[in-house]
C-alpha cells in the first residue's frame, strides 16, 4: 500500500473515533514515526500531507533530517541518553521521553536558553520493561522541573501495553489523561500540560477515544 492510502484509511478511523467521543479531528496531530525506513519513504510520508516525523534513536535520524530538515516538526520518541543530547537537541522540536532529572538538567545545558518542549513519559501499565516514571511520581518530578528555565512540559506520554483487550488500553489512556488534566490544574507556568502523546499503530482509536492530541504511527502508515 502507498503511504497516501494508508494516510487516508489512518484519517478515516480518526474521524470515526472522533464521531464516536465528541472530537474534532483537527485536534489530532499524527506523527509518522519513521524509524523503520528510508527517507524516500519519509518523504513519501511528507508529499502525502504529513507534518510530523518521529524517530527514537539519536544514531539513525540524521541522514534522514539531512534531506528532509525543517519540511517538518521532529519529534524524539526514543530512550534519551543524557551524554546524546548535545548531539540532537537542535534538530528537535519535541521531547517525548522526559523520565529524570539528570536527564532534564543535561537538556536545559545544551538548550542554549531556547525552549524546549518536552512531553514527560509515564509508565502507566507498569511492565518493568517500558521507561517512563511512575504516575505517583509524575506530579512532584514535574514541579521539581521548575528550576530549569529552557525547559516546558507540553503534555504527557506513554506506551500502552502489546495487548488486544481494549478495556485494558482504554484504562491506561484514560489514567494518563486524569494525570495530564490534574497537572493542568495546577497552573505551572512551566508546565501547561496540554498535550497527550498516546496511541500506535494498533491501538490509537482507542487512544483518540480518550484524549490523545499526538499519534505515534509508524509501521501502518510507511511500514515496517
Ligand atoms: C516505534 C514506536 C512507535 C510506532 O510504533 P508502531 O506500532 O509501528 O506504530 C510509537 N512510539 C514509540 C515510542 C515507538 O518507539
Redesign the pocket.
Known amino acids: 500500500m502507498s503511504v497516501s492510502d494508508n494516510l487516508q484509511d489512518i484519517h478515516h478511523r480518526i474521524e470515526n473515533a472522533c464521531a464516536r467521543s465528541g472530537r474534532q479531528f483537527d485536534q489530532i496531530r499524527i506523527i509518522a514515526?519513521t524509524?523503520?525506513v528510508s527517507s524516500d519513504r519519509a518523504q513519501e510520508a511528507i508529499d502525502s500531507g504529513i507534518q510530523h516525523i518521529?524517530e527514537?534513536r539519536v544514531e539513525d535520524y540524521k541522514e534522514k533530517y539531512g534531506l528532509i530538515g525543517d519540511q517538518v516538526k521532529w519529534h524524539f520518541?526514543?530512550t534519551l541518553q543524557s551524554k546524546k543530547v548535545k548531539k540532537m537537541i537542535d534538530d528537535f522540536d519535541y521531547i517525548?521521553s522526559l523520565d529524570r532529572l539528570s536527564l532534564a538538567e543535561e537538556i536545559d545545558k545544551r538548550a542554549n536558553n531556547k525552549e524546549i518542549t518536552c512531553f514527560v513519559q509515564v509508565n502507566v501499565s507498569g511492565e518493568p520493561s517500558k521507561a517512563g516514571l511512575a504516575p505517583d511520581d509524575v506530579i512532584p518530578f514535574i514541579r521539581n522541573l521548575e528550576k530549569f528555565e529552557s525547559i516546558s512540559v507540553i503534555g504527557l506520554m506513554t506506551?500502552a501495553p502489546m495487548v488486544d483487550d481494549e478495556e485494558a488500553l482504554r484504562h491506561v489512556f484514560r489514567e494518563l489523561r486524569e494525570l495530564r488534566d490534574s497537572i493542568r490544574q495546577l497552573n505551572l507556568a512551566h508546565a501547561p500540560c496540554e498535550e497527550l502523546s498516546m496511541g500506535?499503530?494498533?491501538d490509537y482509536e482507542i487512544a483518540v477515544e480518550e484524549g490523545a492530541t499526538f499519534i505515534?504511527?509508524?509501521?501502518?502508515l510507511v511500514g515496517?
Open positions: 514515526v524509524k523503520y518521529g527514537n520518541i526514543g517525548h506506551m500506535m499503530s494498533n505515534r504511527v509508524g509501521s501502518s515496517s
